[in-house]
């Protein structure tokens, strides 16, 4: 099994400010990596394809980056609306997901 | 828009049983491979299983081969989660969410869940 580990694992960034958020993978996914945004008492939505596409919809200010075993999702000006809990997925050998950063308002 | 809405989340009995169902609209659901992912309590994602469009590609974690089954009606614009001989480590979220065109890979709409919590 792929293991994902994500850093930190709590992250506090005040509004404005860049969040820098971390994955790696215990081998390499190649580009096959995937971020997801969670929200309290909402569907999970999808960020980030491919290590660096953002998905439909998606911000500009949300930006991925990486390849291999390391990997990176930044947002540029954090909002209001992005202080949720965030996910990498990789997909390059069936599914595992990390275990989580939490961005929080500082 | 695309909705996913999932069901049949109980309270059941460690060897119980539950089917889950996941409603889709507003894509065409036959061209899609779909698949179940769960977070148990306070817990990451785990994904459970997916189906290809047609069903003739279905794959399961370990963790509940032999005991889940899934399945699809594009007649009915739905997947299905059989759980079968559940233990109290089954006990999460379910989600169903929707894969691409030609394989799982990455899952770009998500259901809001339902509860399945395996206790005596």
């Known amino acids: 099994e792929i293991v994902m580990t994500q850093s930190p694992a709590t992250l506090s960034v005040s509004p404005g400010e860049r969040a820098t958020l971390s994955c790696r993978a215990s081998q390499s996914v190649s580009s096959n990596l995937a971020w997801y945004q969670q929200k309290r008492g909402q569907a999970l939505r999808l960020l980030i394809y491919?290590?660096?596409t953002r998905a439909t919809g998606i911000p500009a200010r949300f930006s991925g980056s990486g390849s291999g075993t390391e990997f990176t999702l930044t947002i540029s000006s954090l909002q209001s609306e992005d202080f949720a809990v965030y996910y990498c997925q990789q997909y390059n050998y069936y599914y595992t997901f990390g275990q989580g950063t939490k961005l929080e308002i500082k | 828009q695309v909705q996913l809405v999932e069901s049949g989340g109980d309270l059941v009995k460690p060897g119980g049983c539950l089917r889950l169902?996941?409603?889709?609209?507003?894509?065409?659901?036959?061209?899609?491979?779909m698949t179940w992912i769960r977070q148990a309590p306070g817990k990451g994602l785990e994904w459970v299983s997916y189906?290809?469009?047609?069903?003739?590609?279905?794959y399961y974690a370990d963790s509940v081969k032999g005991r889940f089954t899934i399945s699809r009606d594009n007649a009915k614009n739905s997947v299905y989660l059989q759980m079968n001989s559940l233990r109290a480590e089954d006990t999460a979220v379910y989600y169903c969410a929707r894969g691409s065109i030609t394989r799982a890979a990455h899952f770009d709409y998500w259901g809001q869940g339902t509860l399945v919590t395996v206790s005596s």
């Open positions: 491919d290590a660096s």
């Open positions: 169902s996941c409603a889709a609209s507003g894509f065409t659901f036959s061209d899609y491979y």
């Open positions: 189906i290809s469009s047609s069903a003739n590609s279905i």
